[in-house]
């Protein structure tokens, strides 16, 4: 059966990278298109899974470089926040409020209740203790552009959010989880490292001489940082991922609810009470969308391995929740009436 259960996990990871080189084939010449792949982010993310599976025994020599790496990525993420129009103002409070209530109250109250309940392994649970109390991802920014969101909403929502994160996050998951084996100030630390510093070296990247290459890098460094450490999670924990179907069967669950269902539910609801559907598109990423990188960073650092198993599986969940909202756009604009 466990050999079945891995058949059909490859299977499925590979069907998915077929679609996406299937959207990438069109109008290309085979180099164009081999070099598009290599640049594509959902297809960097689907090898990085299938590496991970079958070639994972080299990440354990990687793990320690984790902390470096998800310090680069922040950085070069973090340069798409342009804070040049953020003045001090009661709207900019209300929004960046509103933005840690989602990422945060909504998001980690569902998901700590849901893995309470459904998880009894107690390590895997501080991972998704982890999750829950994890800064959005980044990529709130450029998916609100790309799904015709409210760009300055997210980019005020997203600060506010890490705001949060850096004062509550420390605290939280030493409450959550008991102050099993960590210190809120090793995780202060740990913050610091992967967010304050990276954000204040992104402004200096964002100065005149240098924003130009910045922005040219930015895409291939955050992909293939991103990419490296999923695979390092995925990697250090192929032996599950083969070996115990019930358990990945669980947390898919769990994430399938906590982000496709939560963030339909909410945009439905929401689209009742505010007719803004930009704004409301913001929200939803939002309430969905955590930083996978931040979370096996985290998880690894403080609990070990196994507790990065959710958070490798994070990563594939809010990129298909992404390729969802992209594909639902494409063809309601093909469909307008339907």
Known sequence: MNKNISLCLSASVFILSYFISISLLSNYTPMKFILN??????????????????????AHSLKSYTTFILALVMTFSMTNLRTSGLMPSWGLVKTMLMGAFLNFVIYGTIMIALASWLIEDKI?????????????GVAIVPFS??????????????????????VVTPFAVSWLTGNDGISSVSLFILMVKTIVVPLIISRILLLRPLVKRVNQA????????????????????????????????KIALLLVVVHFVVGLLYEKLALRLVKDKARVMSQNLLVTIKSSGFAVVTSLTLFGQEAAIPTALLAIFVLCYLLFLSLRMDLRNKHPNS
């Open 145 to 166: 552009h790309i799904l015709k969101g409210d760009l300055e909403y997210s980019i005020k929502g997203v600060l506010g959010a890490f705001v949060f994160a850096v």
């Open 218 to 249: 930015r895409g291939k460094i955050v992909d293939w940082g991103f990419a490296l450490l999923i695979f390092i999670a995925v990697g250090l924990n192929r032996h599950v991922f083969f070996g115990e179907p019930e358990l990945l069967l």
């Open 37 to 58: 792949l290599i640049k594509n982010r959902n297809f960097i993310l689907v090898l990085s899974v299938v590496l991970g599976l079958f070639i994972g025994d080299s």
């Open 124 to 136: 895997i649970l501080y991972g998704f203790i982890v999750i829950a109390t994890t800064p959005p």
